[in-house]
Every structure is written in structure tokens, then in C-alpha cells.
């Protein structure tokens, strides 16, 4: 039985990875600043533990780090909202949060998996992205690429970590999407999209929504992450983890729409509209997957209409005042 420490395990990816390990047999401690709703049905298992405190508290981390096998350091300020509303936070939780939990990990000896994400490859044209591929960010002055420049950093404080002997593996998600993600009508566009489909409202396209994604269904990307953890070999490797089905997002909006049923339709709105002039969309985002099919043995197997077929059936289940249209 492994014990694992998982940061921000009260998440949504967090969540789906502390189930992950329970389900292993594992045990799981929760790192994590605030709302229980995600984890609410894990936490009569004895083999799990939310503790409410932050990445930000070296003592908390420092106790919690001795006492485990393996650590997940997920938690972190994520959501375009955020990139531009509060950098400050971004910045501070993002580089900060990680320098206290690669100092615990260090202490104590503890290999570490970090979650880091596609958005350090910025803009750069050229895709599929390699791991190895060119950051292409815009200037400071724009917000958004407060994150990139935050988890960039946190990689390169893992790498640095490495060099003194701490084993680490860095996971760079892609558009990871599913049951629990964030609230309707906040956080990624698969939740803003949510909101609008189960109102009926139309669906708020940026742009003319040729930009693309691949987005990556949660089990997927869990079991790849917990593949992350326990084979020895991928310690010190960079990953990407996700699908390079590559999607429009005007075709996931039509696609809900398809799937949910309902009278939506699709407007077209200009960036500034939604998220202001602190913002700079990325045209196209493609993993190339073969380190993690080399490496982890593991591919994304669940198709976007699958995915979000379970996705918008579960926020349907979770919001019962929305109206149903199936
Ligand atoms: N997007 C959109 N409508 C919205 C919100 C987002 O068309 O109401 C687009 C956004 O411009 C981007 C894509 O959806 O091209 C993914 O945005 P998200 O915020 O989920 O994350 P990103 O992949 O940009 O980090």
C-alpha cells in the first residue's frame, strides 16, 4: 500500500486521482485550501484523509511530506479567468506553492510527480508539440501568459530539484476535461459552454472558433498520471499527457449541442467581449503522445463525443434546477 500525498486533492483532477489510487488500494492524503464538495463521498474511507490547509504553509507540508511514499503536487491557481483578473495570486501560489512542496519532498526524500500544463508551449505554431518543442509566450504586459511563465517555472525549480537528487516526473495536461470540473459558466470553456447548453442559451464562440484544442477526458489523464507515480522509469521525464484528437471549438460547441439536445445555438463574440484586452487566444494545441505511449504504455482512448456525452450527463445529474432535454 502506497501513501500519497496529492496537493489541491480536492480538486477536480485531484479527486479523480485520489479515487484512482483508493481504488488501487492505496491510501491518500488531500492537500487542499477549501471546498469538500469533490471529494464529499471519499471521505468516510478510512484510507483517506482531506487535510484543509495550503501549499502555502511549509509546516503543513513539511509533516505531511514525512509521512508519505509519493507526492502529487497538483495544487495551483488555474483558469483564464484568474490568469487576468489575478495575477498576483497565479504567480505566488504557482512558483511559491511548488518551491515549499519540492523543499518538503527534498527533506524527506519523497519523489514528486508535478502537474504542470500544455499552456507552457504558449503559441508556438508548430504543432504537434514535442515535449522538447520552443515556449512561444506573448509580453508580461499580457496576463494570460502569467501561467505559462508560472508553471515554467515550477518545472524548472523540479528539474533544479533533480539535479540535487530528488527524483521528479513533470506532466504537461491538455484541455482535461469531465464529471466535477468547475462550476457551470466559470473556469474552462467546457464549463462556460455547460452553462449556456443546460439554460438553453446560445453558446459563446470566441472568435470564429477555428482555434482548436484536444481535449482530454479525466480518466484518461488519471490513469496516465497514476502511471506517472509508480513506474520507476519515467522518473525525471517530462510528459505530455492527452489526446491529439484535435478539435475546433466551434465544433465542441456544435457537438453539445448534438449531444444535449435543446434549443441552443452559437454566438460568435469577440475575445474582449469575455475575458478583456489582458488576453491573447492560442491558436492550436496538439500534443505529440508518443513519450506517453512509450513511456507510460498508455493512450487516450475516449472519444470527445464519449466524454462529453458522461460530462454533460453528470453536470445534468449535479444541477437538477436545469431544465432537461435529452
Ligand atoms: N472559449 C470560447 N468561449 C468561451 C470561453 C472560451 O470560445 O466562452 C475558447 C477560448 O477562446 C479558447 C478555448 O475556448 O480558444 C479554450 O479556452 P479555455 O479557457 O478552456 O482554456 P485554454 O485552452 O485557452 O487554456
Avoid at 483517506?48 to 511549509?58: C, E, H, I, Y
Avoid at 465544433?251 to 444535449?260: D, H, N
Avoid at 504504455?297 to 464519449?306: C, D, I, K, M, Y
Wanted: charged share 20%.
Amino acid at each position: 500500500m502506497l501513501k500519497v500525498l496529492v496537493t489541491g486533492g480536492a480538486g477536480f483532477l485531484g479527486s479523480h486521482l485520489a479515487e484512482a489510487f483508493l481504488a488501487r488500494g492505496d491510501a491518500v492524503v488531500a492537500l487542499d485550501t477549501g471546498a469538500q464538495a469533490k471529494v464529499r463521498h471519499l471521505l468516510h474511507q478510512p484510507r483517506f484523509r482531506l487535510v484543509v490547509d495550503s501549499v502555502m504553509n511549509p509546516e503543513i507540508l513539511d509533516g505531511l511530506a514525512a509521512q508519505a511514499d509519493l507526492i502529487y503536487h497538483l495544487a495551483g491557481v488555474v483558469g483564464v479567468e484568474h490568469y487576468v483578473a489575478d495575477p498576483y495570486q497565479v504567480l505566488n501560489v504557482n512558483i511559491n506553492g511548488t518551491q515549499n512542496v519540492l523543499r518538503a519532498a527534498f527533506k524527506h526524500g519523497r519523489r514528486v510527480v508535478f502537474a504542470s500544463t500544455s499552456e507552457v508551449y504558449g503559441r508556438n505554431p508548430s504543432v504537434p508539440w514535442t515535449e522538447d518543442a520552443d515556449r512561444v509566450l506573448g509580453p508580461s504586459t499580457i496576463d494570460r501568459w502569467c501561467y505559462a511563465t508560472s508553471k515554467a517555472t515550477g518545472e524548472h525549480f523540479c528539474l533544479a530539484y533533480r539535479r540535487l537528487g530528488l527524483p521528479v516526473t513533470i506532466l504537461r495536461y491538455f484541455n482535461v476535461y469531465g464529471p466535477r470540473l468547475d462550476r457551470l459558466d466559470v473556469g474552462r470553456v467546457i464549463t462556460i459552454f455547460m452553462g449556456q447548453l443546460l439554460r438553453g442559451e446560445p453558446l459563446t464562440v470566441i472568435g470564429d472558433g477555428h482555434q482548436t484544442r484536444c481535449f482530454t477526458y479525466v480518466a484518461d489523464a488519471v490513469q496516465a498520471t497514476v502511471a506517472a507515480g509508480v513506474v520507476a522509469s519515467v522518473e525525471g521525464q517530462v510528459i505530455n499527457i492527452g489526446t491529439d484528437e484535435e478539435t475546433p471549438v466551434r465544433r465542441l460547441a456544435e457537438l453539445m449541442i448534438e449531444l444535449g439536445g435543446g434549443t441552443s445555438t452559437l454566438r460568435f463574440v469577440p475575445q474582449e467581449a469575455v475575458y478583456g484586452e489582458s488576453y491573447e487566444d492560442v491558436p492550436r494545441r496538439v500534443p505529440d503522445v508518443t513519450r506517453m505511449q512509450q513511456l507510460l504504455g498508455l493512450r487516450a482512448t475516449t472519444s470527445l463525443a464519449e466524454g462529453l456525452a458522461r460530462t454533460i450527463a453528470w453536470f445534468r445529474a449535479a444541477e437538477p434546477g436545469a431544465p432537461s432535454r435529452a
